[in-house]
Each structure stands twice: as structure tokens, then as C-alpha cells.
């Protein structure tokens, strides 16, 4: 049994989670450079939480330019041992519509101009990505979501683009034919690297608008899928503090997946042969395994 602390990335529109008590905001050096903003910490409901804006709180970095590698290396070396990534995406299914929410279980990674791991030369790893989404704190997501009323649907395929541009109708239809439910530009590498962090992972997918594949997509304004942002962040919040509610106080039981001991056969160079330089500037993410803590 250990202490639960809950990250929080915030996407699009949720730079600033509301009702956060004894908070401050605080900059969390990385070894691998500067994350997206300081950390703000705090207590909602009694639950210890961090959260991080991914974008910066003025939308300072577009998807390509987020350092995922520093947002998940600071957050982890804040303590955070379940992260709940909250992200605006376009809807790729007639049934998913605008202020819907989805609990994502996968990813297709269509991503290519991004550091995607936290190992490399020197210290090489191999991580499972077959179940991406940790799936207690998926259920506790749900568990959320209903005790908020609000709309979500469990279980979905998120398609992750490089962006910053959006998809061609050819690409959103080929999509769909895949039988992905959402796209977005954030969640990968983000939930590799936490992944790599034994740092349990989870996604809730918030709709803002139809892709455009959809036949009524060109008539959508600007200024209603604002009216979705914001509303969806209303929501979010509201999500976010029966979350807190739900598992403040109680003790966090070892993984069932075991995504939190992923690295105890995952390094591949053999301890002679590993960079010093390099296993320094793991020791956050793989300390426990590098150093035998």
C-alpha cells in the first residue's frame, strides 16, 4: 500500500483547476528540460493533487512544441503516482457528439517529430504498450462521470496526429475506417512516457466538435465549439472533484496490471554497459530499477 497523489493534465481550455485548497504553484526542475508550466499543487476534497497545464496557462505550445518527456519526469518527481490526462478531441462517430465524454482504453500513435522515450543510447528499454490505459483508474473515471451526470462513454480508440493543422477529409474518413472514436494531437507520447514511469495512465477524451467527415462539419462556428470548450471544462471540473472524493483517504494497492513495476524487465543493457550520465539523468523515472530503490 502507498499514498495516492493524483496528476492532472489539463488540455485545451483547463489551465487552472478549480476549488484546489492550500495551493501554490511551484517550478519542478527536469533533467530533460523545461515542462510546459510550474506545477500547481494542492488538496481537492482531502486528495493530494498536482496539476499541469499542458500547454502553459496562456496556450503558450502547440502539440509539436510540448516537452512530454520534462511534463512527465516533473511530475513524477512531484510524487504523482496516477495521472488522469484531460483532453479536448474531434469526434470521429456519429454517436460521440459535442460535450460527450470518452474514456479512452487505446491508441493508434500517428505522431513523428516528437522525443517519444525517456531510454535511449546508453540505457536501453522495452515497455508493453498493449493495454495503454490503466484500467482501475478508468473505472474510477466512470465511476465519476455518473456520480457528475455526466454523458461518457467507457472504452474507445484515440487517434493521435501531429497537427498543429487538422486532419483532410481523406485522413478523417481513413480513420474511421479503422474504427478509431476520437483524434486529438496530445495524449502520445504523453501516455508512453508515463508508461515508462510506472506512472498508472488514464485518458477522459472530451468532445468538442465532430471531425470533419462529418457531412455538417463545415457549418460549425468557431464560436459554438468555444461554447463546448467551456462547457466541457465546467464539466471537468466537476468530474475532477468526485474523482478527488472517491479516493481520498484510502490507501493506493499495488497496480493490478502491474504497470507499476514495468521496468523490472523492461532495461535491456546490462548494468557494465549503461551509461552513467544517462542512468543520472533517469533517476526519477527509473531510479527504483537503475538504483535498486
Known sequence: ?????????????????????????????????EASDELHFGQLAGLDMVFLPRHG???????????YRANID??????????VSVSAVGSLKENLAPGHFVIVDQFIDRTFAREKSFFGKGCVAHVS??????????????AACKASSIGCTRGGTYLAMEGPQFSSRAESELYRSWGCSVIGMTNMPEAKLAREAETNYAT????????????????VEVTHVLEVLR?????????????????????????PQGFDRVLDHAIITAPEGRDPAMVAKLEAVAGRVLNGK
Not at 496557462?57 to 516537452?67: F, G, Q
Not at 504498450?129 to 466512470?142: H, N
Not at 465546467?234 to 472517491?246: F, N, T, W
Open 1 to 33: 500500500m502507498s499514498k495516492m497523489v493524483l496528476g492532472v493534465i489539463g488540455g485545451s481550455g483547463i489551465y487552472n483547476p478549480p476549488g484546489l485548497e492550500n495551493s501554490r504553484w511551484e517550478r519542478v526542475e527536469s533533467s530533460f528540460g
Open 57 to 67: 496557462r496562456n496556450h503558450s505550445y502547440a502539440p509539436s512544441d510540448i516537452n
Open 74 to 83: 516533473a511530475l513524477k518527481r512531484a510524487g504523482v503516482t496516477d495521472i
Open 129 to 142: 504498450m498493449a493495454d495503454p490505459v490503466c484500467g482501475r483508474l478508468g473505472d474510477q473515471l466512470e
Open 204 to 219: 477522459i477524451a472530451m468532445v468538442t466538435d465532430y471531425d470533419c467527415w462529418h457531412e455538417d462539419e463545415d457549418n
Open 231 to 255: 462547457g466541457n471544462a465546467d464539466k471537468a471540473g466537476l468530474m475532477i472533484r468526485a474523482l478527488a472524493q472517491s479516493l481520498a483517504g484510502k490507501d493506493r494497492a499495488p497496480c
